[in-house]
């Protein structure tokens, strides 16, 4: 069994594993920070943006000034962003039979995986990740489509170039891989290799393995998943939350008795408590408002927005900003809060007793109903009569570099007044931020993230017990910057397994034993002989039939009758000889019983001598050795058959046949 | 004693003796013991007082099927007649007390297996034994004492009531019979030859009481109960552990208040046992028996026993980590001044606090102690306590003088600071101390709390201001973090102030520290938890009292939180706050924000006037008691405040304490006739300073006049004319103010505290503007104006009441006249009466305040509103009718359930 590992990001997952001769995909998470060296889309014309000076090196040789504009003492590409993609030199993507997808947001690089690869297999996912995820993939085709730009930047990418270009340019890895956002087309193609599928459904593939998706508590419709064979079981926890909010809880006993866990998706922000987060959040928000500020949310149109406006449902009379308008930007939004109404089945039981009130699940519902939150899919058209100031705006995308958000910046960004809040944990805000700088917004950032923590995950593997871990590496070491956080660190022993980019782990376990099934009419004639209270053992001649992975013993084809004539036949066509197989023997030989037969028999003269494995009988008459022993008996008799045979037989009375 | 309660008492112990018979509830009999206990000690005599007790005794024993609550009740009251000696001699002649107490006698009948018959004996006993007579008793004749082993066995009692009496009754014994310090030199620890001769001298000192034979009996008891000390002591097993920790609490009670014979023997006595239990070294027995050495070794007089000190080292020495921490607070705790002893707990108590932090605050040197402690700190569910009791004990260690100290305190402070720090998940890279540790303090409320609590202490600390900048940052850090539990988030704002209050110069505060403290105020006080507000805003209000009373040159308040014009606009928002509690802090917070301003008689603002019509609107719409309780509040300190500078009434109209006037009577009007009883209990304070503002200087006013003695000069020349123009003045000023409505409301007030507030407040004014004594005269000339100062009364309720009040007294008056023939005096009265003419109902009329205050009758009224509401259903003849009542409702069985009698619990 080996795991093939194609992304190097812990949450952000993409990994393949070979099973027991199928090659499952899990997830295929996108790295999208890859877009934080790129210069910003402006919805609007910037004339700040367009006006950035090229980057020429310092002797002069080297002029990108068409590709790389020098912005607040950075330098970013100017050209469509790009991400980047998971290993696709490490084995052949065609060869995958199906791919399992735990949540919305780790299914991002389906398009580039699916298409133009030669996949032909299927995609497995829960009908929320699917309908969100493709929400999501259309929120970002949609950004990047609707500011085209004439020209792609290619040059820079040269590695001789790359080495001495400043600032983290330098650093990237793997540029020459980086690719442009996937087209519409080619997301409705991906999508439709999609199969849905829903929790604790077990899915069979080719006869060899079973997979099924657990809740994993993190996002609508989020799952972790089981592999198994008879046998064996392979539990892939990706993106877990063992906090009340918004979906169904995780489900934790389902993964216990694994062989091997693998691990991936704990919090991105292993020492910020979603909750104090949460309260970091409203009291910045509502300190803005007082002020007369304006608040900027940067945020993806699923997931932690729920619960971002549920709290604020509660606090916006506590903090009496009742009349405070909340903006929601972005062209999936309305389908976004209309979906999360409808996915009751994989909410929280809090949430889903209201449907039955009947009553929404969300209180965003209650938002709109009474014109507090209002949405729309883009800054143009009817937002900007119904503008009003000073207001809440949640719009994307968290990295700054494209969606609405971008002209939010350019517009509120010269205010101290106005505040920026960064819940989403997946961008380094001080590199969001770098190409508005200088920015007299105030800026806080409380990251959202429920994800499992280390002391959270520790408490779970504890109560699981798996055999073997595996997980990526960067959760085997305290953080770089704070490396005397022992704490943040998981520990277990034995030690868990670190993978990285492009590692192919042999994982630790040996494949024993395989399930085999038995006709009735061939169980029918067995004869079960019990040789311990409670075990009986019967022998079996059968013939091993063995199809699509699934193994079979039928009944010996009985020889076809011999024909009447008495005709020679060549010998090749003669049936096989049947061989009465010789009984099996089993039981073990009594001493002293043993004694006393071979005293009624006439033999006396025995000398027993004990050996480590049990004794040696010396016939000393005969000149006989009998060696009586845990696995076997020797009877060492020269050229006296029929006392061996005797012997022979008289042993045998002790024993069971079969 | 009550005659009525003397003549029901004998029908009450029939029916108690009647085993047939119920009481009202379970508590009629404590209540009873109690009056008896009371009585006992006012120095009455039971016996004399009624003699149908013994009697109800004698019979009552011999019953052993009454309920067990009478029987325990009847030995505990058999012993409270035996305390005295008299009582114990009546009661032996009657032979009652062998009876009561007889072991055996309970034990036959089967009722000893009840907890409340063990109790009740013990309790008898322990009462009983206060006179040397009672020792006799106790002890009788043969040769071990006779009640002793009974009372041994009850330490190990399972019922822990009764074996924790039975363990203090051993403690009274031998403390309450212990010869007199004179005496005890040699007393008892010699053999009963020495005894006899020390004994002579005894009694020739002033013990006329102790005899001779009785401290041959002490000594008995003292020989049977230290034989079973010695024995008791170690426990034989894991299970009696209990029973051992009984013995060492006795003991060290014992030990602190035994004097010198006795004490040289128990220590002598149980040497050998303490020196076992140090050796074995049971963890739960480790602080009892730390208190224990302690008290042996702290005896005051001699040098202390060096077998003592040597377990006191050896308890120190102990290998288990926990157990030795507690042990080195124990020191800490009993304020041991063994300069040896002490200095080693200290090291001890700071060993944990430096292998966290990686502060050498034990020097270069190694510890012994270091590993296991390291070990134990690892453990998160042992480390914990041990870092708490450490932190606990710094605060201590900081103030001791530096002989014992290992470290200069400035270096505590700095590890207590760095345990914050890393307790908050900031390690710092450069941070030495174990790492493995950090794990179990990260993120722990507990250690955080006591960390911070032990900072807050710290503010005293010699040399601990230097760090001042240092604490201000920690504390503002846990201010803005974000996990910051509610608590830890009110202890760091108590740490603030008291940091800032003690350290006036903030010169060294950096900018951007006092920023990050502003935002971070300004960001709490919109936090999601109310309780967080709610601190906030209370700590804005402290910050600004505190630190303006301290009126240094620069303004600290202005200096941290940039003063008024920083927090007001907070509290003002705080006072929409949707939680009542906070809306009353902010209300709080706000009259101690504005208390400088108007000490000063600044010019009024238009942001008071905003805080006032706020304030009223609080006052008459807020559905919570707290916010409108703290509105009357601020109103009596901006009163105070504005008073203590010039007189509110006589200020410009642009000052604020026109403002305040010009709200006076709103608040008057709307807190007097509020639904919470506090408000109006407020109000009416409020309308006690309006009464002393009023009256301060004025002859016959008891209580303004102490704030203002140069008013009240003797030698001052006021004519009488001017004094009575001026009362007339100040009384018509306090009716228009609406004071005197208010007053009158409040004494017919349904809450007694308003009534009772109200009375005395009426009292004070009559006797300021019509004392009785002058009644004779005002009616001629003096004070003939002051009674035409009139007030409105409305036509309903209170008004209603009073009306009536002064029109029967008026009759009453007339009739009284009219029998005496004086009718030019009546005709006069009536005249004047006239002019405010007292109608039936509706409208509502004027009355002379005078008048009114006359007819009231005040001082009744005052008597009866002093005492308790329930002073009635309290008293004992309530509780002895209670008792005959219920038994008879119970005789008759065929009463109908619903005219069961129904017994006031309370």
């Not at chain 1, 871990?469 to 005397?484: A, K």
């Amino acid at each position: 069994m080996k795991l093939y590992c194609l992304s190097g990001h812990p949450t952000l997952p993409c990994n393949v594993l070979k099973f027991k001769s199928t090659t499952i995909m899990l997830d295929c998470g996108l790295d999208t920070t890859s877009v934080l060296n790129f210069l910003p889309l402006p919805l609007v014309h910037s004339s700040r943006l367009s006006k950035l000076p090229g980057w020429v090196s310092k002797d002069g040789t080297v002029n990108l000034e068409k590709e790389l504009k020098e912005c607040s003492g950075r330098v970013f590409v100017d050209s469509h962003p790009e991400f980047c993609l998971p290993e696709r030199e490490l084995l052949d993507l065609s060869t995958i039979d199906v791919i399992l997808i735990s949540n919305y947001h780790c299914m991002m690089a389906l398009p580039y995986i699916t298409e133009h690869t030669g996949f032909t297999g299927t995609v497995y996912a829960t009908e929320p990740t699917l309908q969100i995820g493709r929400l999501l993939m259309e929120e970002l085709v949609n950004f990047m489509e609707r500011v085209p730009k004439a020209q792609s930047a290619t040059c820079w990418k040269n590695k001789e170039i790359q080495r001495i270009l400043p600032g983290p340019l330098k650093d990237a890895v793997d540029v020459w891989t980086w690719k442009r956002c996937y087209s519409m087309q080619e997301v409705n193609s991906a999508l439709s290799k999609v199969q849905l599928v829903g929790y604790s459904q077990k899915v069979e593939l080719f006869g060899a393995v079973q997979v099924s998706p657990l809740s994993s508590g993190y996002s609508l419709g989020s799952s972790n998943w089981i592999i198994q064979s008879h046998h064996e079981k392979v539990s892939y926890v990706s993106g877990s939350s063992l906090l009340t909010t918004h979906p169904q809880p995780m489900d934790q006993s389902s993964l216990k008795n694994s062989d091997v866990l693998i691990l991936t998706g704990l919090t991105q922000m292993p020492t910020a408590n979603p909750d104090g987060m949460l309260g970091e959040f409203c009291s910045n928000l509502a300190m803005t408002i007082r002020a007369g500020g304006n608040v900027l949310v940067p945020c993806y149109s699923s997931g932690v927005i729920y619960d971002l406006l549920e709290c604020l449902y509660q606090f916006i009379e506590s903090a009496s900003l009742g009349t405070t308008p909340f903006y929601f930007i972005s062209p999936v939004a309305n389908s976004s809060l209309e979906f999360s109404q409808i996915f009751a089945e994989w909410l929280c039981h809090n949430k889903q007793t209201k449907v039955y009130l009947p009553e929404p699940p969300f209180p965003h519902a209650e938002l709109i109903q009474t014109n507090k939150l209002k949405h729309y899919p883009s800054i143009h058209g009817d937002f900007s009569s119904e503008f009003r100031q000073p207001c809440v705006v949640f719009t994307g995308h968290p990295s700054l570099r494209f969606g609405d958000v971008v002209h939010f910046m350019e517009l509120w960004g010269k205010s101290s007044l106005n505040t920026i809040i960064f819940t989403e944990p997946d961008f380094s805000y001080l590199d969001a931020l770098a190409p508005y700088q200088p920015l007299a917004m105030k800026c806080v950032y409380c990251p959202i993230d429920t994800r499992l923590n280390f002391h959270q995950v520790s408490k779970l593997l504890k109560e699981i017990q798996p055999l073997h871990v595996v997980c990526p590496e960067q959760y085997t070491q305290p953080p770089v910057s704070q490396s005397h956080r022992s704490d943040l660190m998981l520990e277990l022993q034995p030690p868990p397994m670190p993978y990285r980019r492009c590692s192919v782990l042999n994982l630790p376990f040996r494949r024993r034993y395989e399930r085999v099934y038995i006709l009735p009419e061939l169980a029918n004639s067995l004869v079960p002989s019990e040789i311990k209270p409670g075990i009986s053992v019967a022998t079996v001649s059968a013939v091993l039939h063995s199809k699509d992975n699934k193994h079979t013993l039928q009944s010996v084809p009985k020889p076809p009758p011999v024909p009447p004539s008495k005709k020679r036949k060549r010998v090749m066509e003669e049936p096989p000889v049947v061989l009465v197989p010789k009984p099996l023997l089993s039981g073990a030989v009594p001493l002293e019983a043993f004694l006393a037969t071979l005293q009624k028999h006439g033999i006396t003269e025995v000398k027993v001598e004990e050996t480590a494995d049990g004794h040696i009988l010396h016939l000393q008459a005969e000149d006989t050795l009998i060696q009586l022993e845990e696995d076997g008996t020797h009877i060492v008799c020269d050229n006296n058959e029929p006392l061996r045979t005797t012997l022979r037989d008289l042993v045998l009375r002790f024993l069971q046949k079969l | 004693m009550d005659t009525e309660c003397v003549s029901l008492l004998p029908r009450v112990c029939e029916v108690l003796a009647d085993s047939a018979r119920s009481l009202p509830d379970d508590t009629t009999l404590e209540k009873l013991l109690d009056w008896f206990t009371g009585f006992t000690k006012a120095g009455g005599s039971l016996l004399e007082a009624c003699p149908c007790l013994l009697e109800f005794v004698s019979t009552v024993v011999y019953n052993t099927t009454s309920d067990p609550s009478v029987l325990s009740f009847t030995l505990r009251l058999t012993g409270l007649m035996a305390a005295s000696e008299d009582g114990f001699i009546m009661l032996q002649e009657y032979s009652v007390l062998d009876l009561v107490f007889k072991l055996q006698h309970w034990q036959e009948a089967g009722l000893w297996d009840d907890p409340c018959i063990r109790i009740g004996w013990i309790q008898g006993l322990w009462s009983m034994l206060q006179h040397p007579k009672a020792l006799t008793f106790f002890v009788q004749s043969g040769d071990t004492p006779y009640f002793i082993e009974p009372l041994l066995q009850l330490q190990t009692d399972r019922s822990i009531f009764v074996a924790s009496a039975a363990n203090q009754m051993l403690a009274h014994i031998l403390l309450f019979f212990q010869p007199p310090l004179s005496a005890g030199c040699n007393g008892i620890g010699k053999k009963d030859g020495d005894d006899k001769r020390t004994h002579a001298s005894i009694t020739d000192l002033d013990q006329p009481a102790i005899t001779l034979e009785n401290r041959a009996e002490y000594a008995a008891v003292v020989t049977a109960i230290l034989e079973y000390l010695k024995e008791s002591l170690v426990p034989k097993e894991n299970t009696q552990l209990h029973q051992s920790l009984q013995l060492l609490k006795l003991l060290s009670l014992l030990l602190t208040q035994a004097r010198s014979p006795l004490r040289d023997m128990l220590l002598q006595t149980v040497a050998g046992s303490l020196e076992e239990l140090v050796t074995t070294g049971y963890s739960q027995l480790t602080v009892p028996l730390m208190d224990v050495i302690l008290a042996a070794h702290s005896s005051g007089t001699d040098e202390p026993d060096k077998h003592i000190t040597h377990l006191l080292s050896s308890m120190l020495k102990i290998n288990k980590p926990a157990d030795l921490i507690h042990a080195a607070a124990a020191v800490l705790r009993r304020g041991h001044h063994d300069t040896a002893h002490t200095a080693w707990a200290v090291r001890l108590l700071l060993l944990p606090l430096s292998i966290i932090t990686g502060q050498t605050l034990l020097g270069a040197a190694g510890d012994e102690h270091h590993l296991s402690m390291v070990e134990q700190l690892k453990s998160k569910t042992l480390c914990i306590p041990v870092v708490c009791v450490s932190l606990t004990s710094s605060p201590q260690i900081t103030l001791m003088p530096a002989d014992f100290l290992p470290c200069p305190p400035v270096t505590i402070v700095t590890a207590v600071l760095s345990l914050l720090r890393v307790c908050s998940g900031h390690v710092s890279s450069s941070c030495t101390g174990c790492t493995e540790v950090f794990r179990n303090v990260i993120g722990s409320g507990k250690v955080q709390r006591c960390a911070l609590d032990a900072l807050t202490a710290f503010s005293c600390s010699p040399g601990a201001k230097e760090k001042i900048s240092e604490v201000l940052t920690i504390l503002t850090q846990y201010l803005d973090s974000p996990d910051s539990d509610p608590t830890v988030l009110h202890k760091s704002y108590q740490a603030l102030v008291k940091w800032t209050c003690v350290c006036k110069d903030l010169s060294s505060i950096k900018d951007q520290l006092r920023q990050d403290l502003i935002r971070v105020v300004k960001k709490r006080v919109c936090d999601m938890r109310w309780e967080v507000r709610d601190s906030t805003v209370e700590f804005l209000g402290k910050a600004a009292g505190v630190l303006k009373s301290a009126k240094e040159e620069h303004d600290v308040f202005e200096a941290l939180l940039g003063g008024c014009s920083c927090t007001t606009p907070l509290l003002k928002e705080a006072l929409q706050d949707p939680e009542s509690y906070v809306r009353a802090s902010a209300i709080s917070a706000l009259a101690q924000t504005l208390a400088h301003s108007w000490h000063q008689g600044a010019a009024l603002t238009q942001e008071q006037t905003e805080i006032v019509s706020r304030l009223l609107e609080i006052l008459s719409q807020d559905t919570e008691g707290f916010a409108r309780r703290a509105v009357i509040q601020f109103f009596i300190t901006w009163f105070l405040s504005c008073s203590s500078h010039s007189p509110p009434s006589s200020s410009t109209s642009s000052s604020s304490s026109s403002l305040l006037m010009n709200s006076v009577h709103s608040i008057l009007s709307l807190g007097s006739t509020d639904l919470d009883w506090e408000v109006k209990v407020h109000t009416l304070e409020l309308a006690e300073l309006l009464l002393d503002e009023a009256f301060s200087g004025h002859r016959g006013y008891g209580k303004g006049s102490n704030s203002h003695p140069a008013l009240l000069h003797p030698n001052a020349v006021v004519s009488d004319q001017a004094w009575k123009s001026d009362l007339v003045s100040a009384l018509s000023g306090l009716v228009e103010l609406g004071v005197i409505s208010v007053l009158l409301s409040g004494l017919f007030d349904c809450d007694r505290p308003v009534g009772l507030k109200a009375c005395q407040l009426l009292i004070t004014l009559r006797e300021t503007v019509c004392p009785l004594s002058l009644e004779a005269l005002d009616a001629t000339t003096a004070m003939a104006t002051v009674a035409r100062v009139s007030c409105e009364l409305p036509g309903w309720g209170w008004g209603q009441e009073i009306r009536k009040i002064v029109r029967m007294k008026k009759n009453d008056r007339a009739n009284e006249m009219a029998v005496t023939g004086a009718d030019e005096v009546c005709s006069k009265e009536h005249n004047e009466a006239g002019e405010h003419s007292v109608s039936e109902g509706g409208e509502s009329v004027c009355v002379g305040v005078c008048e009114v205050l006359r007819s009231l009758g005040l001082d009744e009224r005052l008597g009866v509103l002093t005492q308790s509401s329930d002073h009635v259903h309290n008293s004992p003849l309530s509780l002895l009718q209670d008792i005959l009542t219920a038994s008879a409702a119970h005789a008759h069985p065929d009463t109908q359930p619903g005219q069961e009698v129904i017994v006031d619990c309370y």
